[in-house]
């Protein structure tokens, strides 16, 4: 799903002009909170209960739908508000016309959430893969015909009401004509934390669009949205991924820490291999990256680019770390944390956003390092693995990719005919050397998939043909 709209947004980006995508992130803040309030905690607090019954999921899903059509209604309201706010009249209508896609969020989230907690991906699979596809053929064509900032409009909403169709579609769970407050109470002991921690969440990591859509221009926001959207394509994928896997699976072992540190570690490891190597190389190719993909008139957003994928080399980590707290019932302890993280956001950006929008990503760097080192002290205190050992198991993929990229960036001092074919060499490279270097210092991770990997190949050689 990423992929696909990794592609659309290259497509828009190309056809659109950044202050276009900037219009768009200046509300970002405002769907996500209203995301949040539809969710309200329960998401995760039907996950992590053991066994919910048919009363708790109608009751989640006629709740949801209440607060949908509330929240789409308030953004309405506060429409003009916000187009005052950034001194642009055109987000009033945009806020109204965007908020359909909250109400339609509302009517497909339990579905998802019972999907999660089946760790059935391959639906949810299915239905992100068609509805992106076919959402980003909608915004593609109003783009090509002129709509300008509509197109991204209307895809977004094309993307949520599809979605919604083919969950319905695809998943067996109906509701029944069921409701209890009493269910609704439960959960929300458990999950009136999530929410409050959700919803800073959701304030704080948009803050940044919030500030630079209001200090600075449009342009300049569509520059960071771009950006952003670039490097989140592989971790926050990979965060994703893990996130959604690894948050129902330790549940299921929270009651056996000896257990749950070994898959917590096991996990870390993997994620870590895979996504430092990704980050690196992606800073180091970030110039010729944008020039190819997304043309010269990007080029302004290449050194948010680099700066960004070092803030983000640690985002996965941090992830896995919280996911920790929510599966083994802390969520008490996690929103104390959240707080303090919160708290280090605004420092950083009352500190830095004198200096422009480099120096408030400098100050991002920084804060993902802080925000490790909070996370991981819990993770010691639950289930005995401190951040001494998570370093130390850290390091040598973080030695493999430093390494690689030191490489790569010397290859792209040779001259090359052009940006694609330096690109092109450039990951390839990258790619070898990162591979070559993890098979000599035969890292634990690498060789439990080059095993795995291999155990598969050689089985479809021996399997009979027809089978």
């Not at 969710?39 to 006629?62: H, N, V, W």
């Not at 949908?68 to 209604?73: D, M, P, T, W």
């Not at 030695?399 to 005919?417: D, E, T, W």
Request: glycine share 8%; with cysteine; aromatic share 12%.
């Amino acid at each position: 799903m990423r992929g696909v709209q990794f592609v659309i947004g290259i497509v828009l980006a190309r056809l659109l002009f950044p202050k276009d995508f900037g219009l768009i992130g200046m509300l970002t803040i405002f769907m996500e909170l209203a995301q949040s309030l539809i969710d309200s905690g329960f998401q995760a607090a039907l996950i992590q209960k053991r066994e919910a019954t048919p009363t708790d999921t109608c009751s989640m899903f006629y709740f949801n739908m209440v607060i949908g059509i509330a929240a789409a209604g308030l953004l309405c309201l506060v429409a003009p508000w916000i187009a005052v706010f950034y001194h642009q009249p055109i987000l009033a209508p945009l806020m109204r016309v965007l908020s359909l896609t909250i109400v339609i969020s509302s009517f497909s989230l339990i579905q998802s959430t019972l999907l999660i907690k089946q760790l059935d991906f391959k639906t949810q699979g299915k239905a992100s893969l068609g509805a992106g596809v076919l959402s980003g053929i909608v915004g593609i064509s109003m783009a090509i015909s002129g709509f300008g900032v509509w197109s991204l409009v209307v895809q977004q909403i094309s993307r949520a009401f599809l979605g919604a169709v083919f969950i319905w579609l695809l998943n067996d769970w109906r509701p029944a004509l069921i409701f209890s407050f009493k269910s609704l109470r439960e959960m929300f002991r458990f999950g009136s934390r999530i929410l409050a921690s959700g919803l800073i969440n959701r304030i704080f990591d948009n803050i940044y669009f919030l500030v630079i859509g209001k200090l600075f221009s449009a342009t300049d926001l569509g520059f960071f949205t771009r950006a952003m959207t670039l490097q989140s394509v592989p971790s926050q994928t990979l965060s994703a991924m893990v996130g959604r896997v690894t948050f129902p699976v330790f549940s299921t072992m929270m009651d056996d820490p000896a257990r749950l540190k070994r898959g917590f570690k096991r996990a870390l490891i993997f994620l870590v291999l895979v996504n430092f190597p990704i980050m690196i190389l992606l800073a180091v190719i970030a110039r010729p990256l944008v020039l190819v993909l997304l043309s010269e008139k990007w080029a302004e957003c290449i050194p948010y680019l680099q700066l960004l994928c070092l803030a983000g080399m640690l985002f996965p980590v941090v992830l896995i770390n919280s996911n920790l707290l929510f599966a083994m019932g802390q969520s008490k302890i996690h929103l104390r944390v959240e707080i303090i993280k919160k708290a280090f956001i605004i420092i950083n950006i009352a500190m830095t956003w004198r200096w422009g929008i480099s120096a408030m990503i400098c100050g991002m760097i920084v804060t993902s390092v802080m925000f490790f080192y909070l996370n991981s002290y819990y993770t010691g205190v639950l289930i005995g693995y401190p951040i001494r050992e998570q370093l130390r198991d850290l390091f040598p993929s973080l030695s493999m990719a430093a390494l690689m990229g030191m490489g790569v960036y010397a290859v792209g001092l040779l001259p090359f005919p052009n940006q694609w074919s330096m690109l092109l060499v450039q990951i390839f490279f990258g790619s070898l050397v990162y591979i070559c270097l993890c098979w000599l210092f035969r890292l634990t991770a690498f060789m439990e998939i080059w095993r795995e990997g291999w155990s598969k190949v050689s089985f479809l050689r021996r399997r009979p043909q027809g089978k």
